[in-house]
């Protein structure tokens, strides 16, 4: 399938509520439109997610977040290594804070997530895996996994052993940064 192909139908499969198993920046995930509560769902029921915990939201740019704009890009900017910033939650949707009142995101530095995400607006990923198994290094180990509840499926090769998920920074109201993970 030619990249072209790959991208309409990612893109088609989101736009229409589904969900789509890609490579990010670091390891393979599991992506639905933030803006579809009913998208998002769909992840939680696949990877069989515990309902109160919050995913990360990749973003193709800080401009998606108005009003932490700035604090996304100073902290991620110098990063060598795809960084995660939490901030205090400020008119996010209650399906994306799950009881919650701060949200992470991440900028996305993959060409072809990146056009994803501009296309049809930021998206969840938590990683592609059931709760409690090993994360898919593979596209087939997240076929798998998931079978027919992904919509599409985009092999972005094999994650080598050295690529971790993003590291966690949460940024605090009075400045303060907390290095999570």
């Given amino acids: 399938m030619t990249a072209t192909n790959l991208f309409k139908e990612t893109t088609t499969a989101l736009v229409s509520g589904g969900i789509v198993v890609v490579r990010t920046d670091t390891i393979y995930?599991?992506?639905?439109?933030?803006?579809?509560?009913?998208?998002?769902e769909k992840v939680y029921i696949a990877k069989q997610r515990d309902p109160s915990k919050q995913c990360i939201?990749?973003?193709?740019?800080?401009?998606s977040v108005p009003a932490h704009a700035e604090l996304i890009e100073?902290?991620?900017?110098?990063?060598?290594?795809?960084?995660?910033?939490?901030?205090?939650?400020s008119d996010e949707p209650s399906w994306l804070l799950?009881?919650?009142?701060?949200?992470?995101?991440?900028?996305?530095?993959d060409d072809f997530?990146?056009?994803?995400?501009?296309?049809?607006?930021?998206?969840?990923?938590?990683s592609?895996?059931?709760?409690?198994?090993?994360?898919a290094?593979?596209?087939?180990?997240?076929?798998?996994?998931?079978?027919?509840?992904?919509?599409?499926?985009v092999d972005?090769?094999?994650?080598?052993?050295?690529?971790?998920a993003s590291q966690i920074l949460r940024i605090s109201c009075d400045g303060t940064v907390e290095h999570l993970r």
């Fill in 128 to 135: 592609a895996n059931p709760e409690n198994l090993p994360v």
């Fill in 98 to 109: 799950r009881g919650g009142n701060s949200v992470a995101y991440r900028i996305v530095h």
């Fill in 113 to 126: 997530l990146k056009k994803v995400i501009q296309k049809v607006g930021p998206v969840i990923a938590p």
């Fill in 57 to 63: 939201v990749l973003i193709a740019d800080a401009s």
């Fill in 156 to 164: 972005g090769g094999e994650v080598p052993e050295t690529i971790h």
């Fill in 74 to 89: 100073f902290y991620t900017e110098a990063e060598t290594i795809p960084t995660s910033i939490v901030v205090p939650a």
């Fill in 137 to 153: 290094q593979t596209i087939e180990q997240a076929r798998a996994y998931f079978g027919t509840m992904a919509d599409v499926y």
């Fill in 29 to 40: 995930g599991i992506i639905a439109r933030v803006a579809d509560e009913k998208a998002v």
